[in-house]
T-cell receptor, first 110, second 115 residues
Framework: RKEVEQDPGPFNVPEGATVAFNCTYS??????FFWYRQDCRKEPKLLMS???SGNEDGRFTAQLNRASQYISLLIRDSKLSDSATYLC???????????FGAGTRLAVHP | NAGVTQTPKFRILKIGQSMTLQCTQD?????MYWYRQDPGMGLKLIYY???????DKGEVPNGYNVSRSTTEDFPLRLELAAPSQTSVYFC??????????????FGQGTRLTVV
């Protein structure tokens, strides 16, 4: 089983739609959780950290369920500029290193 | 505001040649990582380091070597380049775990083609 698993997509949605991505992780001792965004042929960039109580940043909402070892990202009112790959990242394993999921592709169309 | 700097940005190697990908960071992070990303695929961890003098293998270490003599630098060495090593290589650094901000910062990547 992979340490961090995501649905690869692609998710094709119209502008204005709400879309949700899920991610599961295998190590229950994992400490920190993040969502990154990666545009084509560019480096990943932090979208938001994920906190136990859930957190929101504008149109983006992240949730963490430690009991189920599950992380989610909700994007409301999708924009064309949201088209990218979204990477779930967990800090855990040996030495608490950063472990990336394979990413979920989102394509927002007019 | 340099952050994580990778050189070179692009390189073409012939089969069997060797090269070193350079990575340096100015944020005093102990953790540094090397990932490779093949077209249409996710990031795969090659090697990582948790501080000067300490390195460990990731998911795909074969064909690569690393060293960490200083906090700032984490070079990745390719010996005997093979076409299977054609990829985009990303270096990243992060603070120690347990603090408020523990996310990773990435360099812009090195696009390597082995022919």
């Amino acid at each position: 089983r992979k340490e961090v698993e995501q649905d690869p997509g692609p998710f094709n949605v119209p502008e204005g739609a709400t879309v949700a991505f899920n991610c599961t992780y295998s190590n229950s001792a994992s400490q920190s959780f993040f969502w990154y965004r990666q545009d084509c042929r560019k480096e990943p960039k932090l979208l938001m950290s994920v906190y136990s109580s859930g957190n929101e940043d504008g149109r983006f909402t992240a949730q963490l369920n430690r009991a189920s070892q599950y992380i989610s990202l909700l994007i409301r009112d999708s924009k064309l500029s949201d088209s990218a790959t979204y990477l779930c990242v967990v800090r855990g394993g040996g030495y608490n290193k950063l472990i990336f999921g394979a990413g979920t592709r989102l394509a927002v169309h007019p | 505001n340099a952050g994580v700097t990778q050189t070179p940005k692009f390189r073409i190697l012939k089969i069997g040649q060797s090269m070193t990908l350079q990575c340096t960071q100015d944020m005093n992070h102990n953790y540094m990582y090397w990932y490779r990303q093949d077209p249409g695929m996710g990031l795969k961890l090659i090697y990582y380091s948790v501080g000067a003098g300490i390195t460990d293998k990731g998911e795909v270490p074969n064909g690569y070597n690393v060293s960490r003599s200083t906090t700032e630098d984490f070079p990745l060495r390719l010996e005997l380049a093979a076409p299977s090593q054609t990829s985009v290589y990303f270096c990243a650094s992060s603070p120690n775990p347990g603090g408020e901000a523990t996310e990773a910062f990435f360099g812009q990547g090195t696009r390597l083609t082995v022919v």
